[in-house]
């Protein structure tokens, strides 16, 4: 499945695009899924928790993909 994410300033953190997606109930939930590498950005695993995702980026998380695109 693939959700898509409109980015209305420059860029939306890692942890809040979890949250906001819903694919985490928590900041907590968000923050120790990134710590333990299961949370990709563009291919690659991502440990920064409030990394700087901007439009164009792709996260990859339990199976699902979330797209962010500028509003």
């Known amino acids: 499945m693939s959700i898509t ?5 420059e860029y939306i953190q ?18 120790s899924e990134i710590d333990a590498g299961r949370v990709l950005v563009d291919g690659q695993v991502e440990t920064r928790k409030r ?3 901007r ?5 990859v998380y339990a199976g699902e993909t979330v ?3 500028s509003s």
């Open 14 to 31: 890692l942890d809040q695009l979890l949250k906001t997606t819903g694919l985490c109930h928590s900041g907590g939930q968000a923050h």
């Open 55 to 59: 439009p164009g980026q792709q996260v």
């Open 5 to 9: 994410v409109e980015v209305r300033g």
């Open 67 to 69: 797209s962010v695109v």
């Open 51 to 53: 990394a700087k995702l």
